[in-house]
């Protein structure tokens, strides 16, 4: 059984994460290209911001709204990059919780975890 299987599609889609079933070295390559695409997709929004603080702006409330914007794209970068050099530490935390500590025995737990697995979705 998958713990966190919604946020971990996530991470999929935004490129942070490769599916576990594409195995072969053409499908990772492949993710790795899209990963690439993602990244240089986040920098090419935050470039334009930056661009315009330094030549357009010409008060403060064009500074505030802008550097405001490219703020959360610097942000988003910065989640990127942590994502990306932590891959190994997620997978490792994901196989983790389906090993003997933290893997439901009980009933009571299957219900619980069960109740929660569907309260994410």
Do not use: H
Not at 22 to 36: E, Q
Not at 49 to 66: E, P, S
Not at 80 to 105: C, G, H, Q, V, Y
């Amino acid at each position: 059984m998958q713990v966190m299987q919604f946020p971990l599609k996530i991470l999929t889609v935004a490129g942070c994460r490769p599916p576990v079933s594409w195995s072969s070295l053409w499908k990772r390559t492949v993710y790795n290209i899209y990963t690439v695409f993602v990244c240089l997709l986040l920098l090419t929004f935050m470039l334009p911001q930056l661009m315009d603080i330094i030549l357009n702006v010409n008060n403060a409330d064009d500074f505030t709204d802008t550097f405001y914007i490219m703020l959360a794209m610097i942000i988003a970068c910065c989640k990127m990059l942590s994502l990306l050099l932590n891959r190994k530490n997620i997978e490792i935390l994901t196989d983790a919780l389906i090993e003997k500590p933290f893997r439901p025995l009980e009933p009571d737990e299957i219900e619980i975890r069960q109740k929660y697995n569907n309260i994410i979705r």
